[in-house]
Every structure is written in C-alpha cells, then in structure tokens.
C-alpha cells in the first residue's frame, strides 16, 4: 500500500490493484485517495473517509454514485469517468458545498439530479460521452467556467446557461451531439458564438430551417452511382453513358417534402480516392451503391471490392454516419429469386462483418486490461473505448431496377423515411434566428443576379460588403452572423470556406462544384493520356517546348512526379473550357512560375502531394527533427518551387529504386512494426509518404517502401497489408557503436510521431505498436506503451532494465528493442 502521511496532506495510493472493494486498514484521515484502475463495482465504506479533499474512482465498474458520497463534506475533486454509472441519487451534491472539479465522462448517464445546482462551487464539469438529453439541471450554478458535455444525445442547450450577466463559462465543448439549438457549427465557435446566436433568437424570432441532408454517393466504378443521382434528381430514369461517367465529384441539389438534399457522387475509380478525404464530412447520409449484376455470392473479393472496402472506409473516416445500401442492376439479374439471394447474402456479411469488428475491439481492451501495470496502457484502453462507442449504422439493402420510374420514386421515399428515422445520426435539421435565413437567402439572391462571379471565388470581406447591401442589419451584426453560416454551409456542402487553412481563410468557394473541377484536372484516372494528348498552342501558353512534354511524361510514368508547369496547363484550359476570362482569377488559381496558385496550395494542404525544393537536397546546416522538444521548427534555406514539380505518390507503381537503395533486409536491423485495425485506410500510407518526407530532404520513395536518410542514418519505411494483421514497418541498421543509438531511436520516434498525427484523421482507427523479438524464426513480440501523446525524453525513460527477454525466452539488450539512454 502506497500511502504518504505529513503534516497537513495525507496521499493513499490503491491504483492498479484490482480490487473489488475498498481495503479496512486505509487511511481514514487521508486528503487523497487514489482508487482508479480497479475492478471497483460500489465504494461501500466510502464515508469513512470524511476528511477527503480528492478522490480519483476514474477506470473501475462502478454501477452506482454511492449515496454515502454526501458525507465526503470537504472533497474538492472528484474523478468518476470510465465507470458504468446509469444515474445519481438526487440529494448528494447539495452537501458537496466545496466541490471545484467533478468528472463524469464515460458513464452510462441519461440524467442529472435535479439539485445539482446547489454545488454551488463548482467550477469544472465533465460529463461528455454520457446518453444526456436534456442538462437543464446545470442552469444556476453560480461559478462554473468550465463545461464538457461533447457526445451525448443532446438537441438543444439551455439559453440560460450563457445569458451575458450571470453567465461565468469561459469554454463549452458539445460537439458530437445531434443539437438543433443551437446547431454544431456554432458550439464550434465557442461561448461567444453561443451567447452571439441566443442574443440573435431573441431578437429575431426564430424559424425552423428546412432539413438539409448532406448525401454522398459511393461504391466502385460503374456501380450506377450517377444513374441513381440524376434519376433522383429528375424524379425519373437518367440513362448515363459510360464515356459521360463521374469524374472526381459531382455536386447537384434535390428538394423533396421540406428536405433538401445536397447529392455528392464521388467517382468511384481508385485514382480519385486519394482526395474524397478532402471532401467526406460527418453527419451524411450514405448510399452505398453495389451492381447486384456482377455481385458473386461465392467469389469472397467480390463482396470485398464491392462493400468491405467501402464501409470500412467509411467506418473509419466517419464511424458515426447512417450507411443506406442499394443494389442496382437487377434488371440485368437472372430472375427476382437471384436478387433475393444476393440481397440476403450482401445483409448477412455486412451484419458478420460489423459484429466481428465489435468482438475484435472488446477482445483488444480485454487483453490490454489483463496487463500487470495499466497506467502504461491508459491511452489505448481510452481509444478502444471511443471506438466502441462509434455506431455505424448499416440500413437493409435496397434494390431497385433504374430503368423503372417506380422503383426511382420508391428510393426516393425509402431515402426520405430514412431521413425521418435517422435524424439523431444524420442532425439534420437546425433552428436558426430569422437573421441567419436572411443571410443565407442574400448569399442566394448575390448569385442568381450574378454579382458574384460564375467560378464562385470571393474573398470574404468582398461577400460581407455585397451582403451588406441586400440586409438590413449592421456590419457588426452581420460579422457575427457570416462566420457561423459560413460554417454552417461548408459542413452540410452548400459551400466551400478552409476555415482553418490561413492562406485561403480569406476567401469562400461559392461554388464547390467549381473547385471539384479543378481538382479532378490534376487528380485523375486517365491524367497520363491527358498531359499525351497537350497541344503545341497549349504548351506555348506556358512557354514550353514539345520535347519537354515528353520528359513531363516519363517523369510521371517513372518517378510519379508532375511538373508544376503541367498542373498549370491542365487547369488553365479546363478555366477555358468554364469560360472564365478574369486574368487575375486565373493567375490566382492556376498560379505563376514565382507564386503557387489556389489549387496547388490546396493540394499540398491536402497532402496530396509532395514539392520539391529549390537547391541541394543535402544539406549538412540542417536540424534533425527530435519529436517532444519544441524549440525544433522545419527550417530550410531552400523554399518550395513553384516552377518545380510534386510528387505523387498515388501514381508510383512499383518499389524497386528503395530497393535498390536499401539493399536486402538484415536479421540484426532494429524493427518496429504499427499495427491498424481493421485496416490501413486507403491513401494513409501514401499521405504518410508526404508527411516524413517533408522533414527530411533526402528521400527516395516507391509505391508501398519509403527510404528517409537523415546524416548517415537510414530509415526505410513500409507498408505490409497482404498479411491478416496489416501493419507499417519502421526499420533501421543496426549502429556499430553505443553512442549511436540514441540518433537512431531519434530518427524512428520522428516517423512514428508523424504516423500518430495522421492516423488522428481517421476516428475509427485503432493501432498498435510492437517491437518483434529480432531472434530468427520467433513469432514473439515486445508490445509499446502508450504512445499517442509522447515526448521523446518520456520514451528513454521508459525501460529501466540493460536486457529483456520475450515469451519465447530470447534475450536481447533493450536498446535494440526500445529507446533507451546509454
């Protein structure tokens, strides 16, 4: 028993000791009790503990707040996240007088006792990933400056809370949960925003928004994603030729029964996938289209290009979005009784399939509990929770024959019952002030009259003036207004406004399909046909000679590298084709041989691809990246070219400059293999490429291998998705002396923080981190600790002992295992 007695603090420290009850011979006059990590299910006793000031209860199975808890009259902190509590007694929290900081995450709460108000002290409160609907109780608490209430099932938040005189809230987080009042994007903004919009429903009446649904339509190439579109948008059968199919994404709007629907049809050829993550948004209603016709029911990859692939992704990008399955082509079935079958067979896979992943997630968290010391391991057991609480919800499959006006009346209405049943997923519908409308409709009215340009792209002190002229509102009302509908558009894809990206935050895309456009001439299935087929008028647009097309070609075929000059050739003459003749604007997007342009900035923000650099790729000045120290900063005397060239990784096709450069793989090498569950997303690896290539300017790179070079170090990076447990390797030779250890580890660290700044894109992603036992033919591992959040000192640190041995009974120093201070 750790317990630390003085003269005015008493410590008592029971975590991670498993127990199921609270021990007789603890310090009753201790001020802290820590009792997290137990197997704790009720705290009978827990009054002896009066003269408590922090109790940490946080990663037990507590099923119940303990009524004795009101005798604890001097507890300042108490920590109760992870637990399985369903409710609290009222008549506790009003003798909880001195009570500051109270943490209820992760629990299975789906009310607050009334009284909780009469806590009058305190001034944090967690109750985030609860079942809450309603936190009306929380009105009244004088000093609390501090509010988490993120994913829950809440709708609205009480006005009362941020009213400006006796509101003392400095930070609300509440996304995640379906809030009509006041919708997501303006919680996102903060108190302020809060308090901004409740001030506008005031004075402005409010008015419920039509519901406006976000509706993406994937599955593979030529599966009838843009015949069931435009049928839906025509209300009847739209034949679509296989040369007219969907290139990148296609935008278009449906308004049926007060719902309006904005159709996304992403194409489904595997080149443009690499930038559906720029677009895919949470909260959308999904069609997953599957071609019944060729769907196999005995051949296993049919089921896995068709559907696996797709709803994993999913799953992974947007784990909390509604999935509606449609299967297409059954005119082109056998008979009805064929359909059946497959419909049945499609169902039954997709229900294993998402069981299965539950039974692999629970399995996980029971093997990492079963550890000796869980402190280590905290942060994974904190991210298998949240993945399952993730609800990827697969409705029954649909099939439909599109040759029918029928059956496209009977999607449509299926769609709109879907809508209606599934609004707590989809958050659908948002009550906004009548000024929001106003604003929205003004935003309207400027395009129909054409005083914002065709192509859609103005700056957003531009659009602030012009809106100005078509409301009557101030400009101070206005700018309070403009940034949260803004938001509001860009997440339900009306617009496009990169908030978050400073060198475009200053203009709004008013016409996504515009900028789609873009993209797809550089991102695209037949790009080399494309840059084959530049005429001589065109190359000379940009000064170029006919033989220098041929090298942009072979550079694309051997290397995956596009010139710069191309990019600006191919979106050029696709602003041509748009009938755009503002010079500025095409200088702004497409860009010039000195300055980038709007798309190859938003590609490269996008980590699409990678610049090359003005100079000599070596260069001996340069700092290496140590993750954990801050003072580090990418510092280059060269500067990214704008007349250079990018890398594409998604256009590499095979591996065999790494190899050449790394040689053969060596028994002795230090090896640190990342696992993904249940996959590695598709684009990660390749984004990853981008990502540690940026940090070190010496670099070669192939399709699935990546070699960094950092001095005489060598880091060869590869992707390993063929085996049941897909995984990336991190490999490093052997250092001959002991001095050189630490620069390794060093490097490897460096790779791995990039690797867990990525993977946080993708939310249903799991992962895990294992040095194998380097002694040949051992199938035993050394799994790592926590590591999301690491600091490189942290990780030294970690391993105390000169020599570890794995289950297998092979011992080997740690250095070779783990980072670790020689």
Excluded at 91 to 113: D, E, M, Q, V, Y
Excluded at 431 to 439: F, N
Excluded at 444 to 452: A, R
Excluded at 461 to 483: A, F, G, P, T
Aim: hydrophobic residues 40%; aromatic residues 8%.
């Amino acid at each position: 028993m750790a317990c630390v007695e003085g003269s005015s603090w008493e410590e008592c420290d029971m975590s991670g000791k498993k127990l199921k009850s609270l021990p007789q011979d603890l310090l009753i006059h201790a001020s802290s009790l820590d009792l997290q990590r137990n197997k704790l299910k009720r705290v009978i006793g827990i009054s002896r503990f009066s003269h408590l000031i922090e109790l940490n209860l946080s990663r037990n199975k507590i099923v119940e707040f303990s009524p004795e808890m009101h005798h604890l009259h001097k507890l300042e902190t108490l920590y109760m996240n992870y637990n399985n509590i369903r409710s609290i007694p009222e008549g506790i929290f009003p003798h909880l007088k001195r009570l500051k900081f109270l943490k209820l995450s992760a629990n299975r709460l789906s009310r607050i006792p009334s009284d909780i108000n009469q806590c009058t002290s305190i001034t944090y409160l967690d109750l985030s990933k609860n079942c809450l609907q309603n936190i009306e109780p929380l009105v009244g608490l004088p000093k609390l400056k501090e509010l988490l209430v993120e994913k829950n099932k809440l709708t609205e938040l009480p006005s009362q809370l941020f009213q400006d005189g006796n509101c003392e809230l400095t930070m609300c987080k509440a996304l995640g949960n379906p809030l009509r009042c006041p919708p997501e994007e303006v919680c996102a903004g903060g108190v302020m925003d809060i308090q901004s919009y409740f001030r506008q429903m005031k004075e402005n009446p409010n008015t419920r928004s039509a519901w406006t649904v976000k509706t993406m339509f994937l599955g593979s190439s030529m599966a009838g994603k843009s015949t069931l579109c435009r049928s839906l948008r025509e209300g009847k059968p739209v034949a679509v030729a296989v040369e007219d199919r969907t290139e990148g994404i296609e935008i278009s709007q449906l308004y049926a029964k007060e719902v309006r629907f904005l159709f996304w049809d992403f194409a489904g050829q595997e080149e443009y996938y690499l930038t559906h993550h720029v677009f895919i948004t949470p909260r959308a209603l999904v069609i997953l289209t599957i071609d019944l016709a060729s769907y196999s029911i005995v051949e296993p990859h049919s089921f896995k290009d068709q559907l696996w692939f797709w709803i994993n992704n999913i799953q992974l990008r947007v784990p909390d979005s509604v999935v509606l399955l449609v299967g297409t082509h059954c005119d082109q079935c056998r008979d009805q009784e064929e359909v059946m079958e497959k419909k049945k067979d499609i169902e039954e896979k997709v229900k294993t399939m998402l069981a299965n992943r539950r039974m692999v997630l629970k399995q996980q968290k029971k093997n990492l509990e079963e550890n000796t010391d869980l402190s280590l391991f905290t942060d994974q057991l904190d991210e298998l929770d949240c993945l399952l609480e993730y609800n990827l919800k697969v409705l029954d499959l649909l099939t439909i024959d599109c040759t029918r006006t029928e059956d496209i009346a009977k999607l449509k209405s299926h769609i709109l019952m879907c809508i209606q049943s599934e609004n707590e997923f989809l958050c659908s519908e948002s009550i906004l002030p009548k000024s929001y409308e106003v604003v929205e409709q003004a935003i309207h009215t400027l395009v129909t009259l054409q005083e914002i340009p065709q192509h859609g792209i103005i700056l957003l002190e531009e659009l602030s003036d012009l809106i100005l002229n078509h409301v009557n509102m101030s400009k101070e009302s206005l700018h309070s207004i403009l940034r949260f509908l803004l938001r509001y558009l860009h997440r339900i894809g009306v617009i496009i406004w990169y908030e978050d990206i400073s060198i475009l935050s200053d203009r709004v895309f008013i016409q996504p399909s515009f900028l789609i456009s873009m993209f797809k001439t550089i991102v695209r299935h037949d790009l080399l046909q494309q840059l084959e087929g530049l005429s001589k008028d065109l190359l000379m647009q940009e000064g170029a000679l006919v033989k220098q097309r041929f090298t942009w070609v072979d550079d694309l075929i051997c290397k995956g590298i596009l010139h710069n000059a191309t990019m600006r050739i191919l979106v050029r003459r696709e602003l041509e084709k748009l009938v755009v003749d503002d010079d500025d604007l095409v200088r702004e997007v497409v860009g010039t041989k000195r300055e980038e342009g709007i798309i190859l900035t938003l590609l490269l923000y996008f980590e699409v691809c990678l610049p090359t650099f003005v100079g000599s790729p070596l260069n001996p000045q340069a700092p290496e990246f140590i993750p954990g120290e801050k003072q580090w900063e990418l510092v280059r005397e060269a500067k990214r070219d704008p007349d250079g060239a990018c890398l594409f990784p998604v256009y590499l096709k095979d591996d065999l400059i790494v190899c050449h450069k790394w040689g053969e793989d060596r028994q002795d090498d230090i090896s640190v293999h990342l696992y993904f569950l249940p996959e590695i997303p598709h684009g990660f690896f390749h984004r990853l490429i981008i990502k540690t290539c940026s940090l070190y300017s010496t670099h070669w790179v192939g399709k699935e291998q990546c070699l960094l070079c950092c001095g005489n170090r060598l880091a060869l990076v590869k992707q390993n998705n063929r085996d049941e447990d897909p995984f990336i390797e991190i490999r490093c030779r052997r250092p001959e002396k002991d001095e050189e250890f630490r620069p390794l580890w060093d490097l490897i660290l460096a790779v791995m923080s990039k690797l867990f700044v990525l993977s946080r894109q993708w939310p249903g992603l799991a992962q895990q981190v294992h040095t194998p036992c380097p002694e040949r033919g051992c199938p035993h591992y050394f799994p790592w600790r926590d590591c999301q959040e690491f600091h490189n000192t942290d990780f030294y640190n970690l391993v105390k002992e000169e020599k570890l041995v794995c289950q297998g009974g092979h011992t080997r120093r740690t250095e070779l295992i783990f980072p670790k201070h020689k």
